[in-house]
């Protein structure tokens, strides 16, 4: 009954922006920290951003810091990711994923996963 979908990906220039969704459906969204990851092909999967499940606290990996937010809208059940400035080395396909209580950078700790979205940024 658990389900992530996301949506929102796409080809985009350099320097260009998209924002993704991730909806949940069969729990509620606003109860757990939910997170992002990419891959990319040959690479493994690495953790983008985070949010927890109260009190909106974020993570976001270095790289990222300044160009993407993530945020959440607990009525839509929804978590967005707003990535703007993107580089050809966030070329990825996205995931979100369930957290427990706790935001975390593994990705073998997270156990529930959406189906992925693809992200390609290239001139």
């Known amino acids: 009954q658990v389900q992530l979908v996301e949506s929102g990906g796409g080809l985009v220039q350099p320097g260009g922006s998209l924002r993704l969704s991730c909806t949940a459906s069969?729990?509620?969204?606003?109860?757990?920290?939910i997170g992002w990851f990419r891959q990319a092909p040959g690479k493994e999967r690495e953790g983008v951003s985070c949010?927890?499940?109260?009190?909106?606290?974020?993570f976001y990996k270095d790289s990222v810091k300044g160009r993407f937010t993530i945020s959440r809208d607990n009525a839509k059940n929804t978590v967005y990711l707003q990535m703007n400035n993107l580089k050809p080395e966030d070329t990825a396909v996205y995931y979100c994923?369930?957290?427990?209580?706790?935001?975390?950078?593994?990705?073998?700790?997270?156990?529930?996963w959406g189906q992925g979205t693809q992200v390609t940024v290239s001139s």
């Open positions: 994923a369930r957290h427990g209580h706790f935001c975390t950078w593994d990705a073998n700790r997270a156990h529930y």
């Open positions: 069969g729990f509620t969204l606003g109860a757990y920290a």
């Open positions: 949010i927890s499940s109260d009190d909106p606290i974020t």
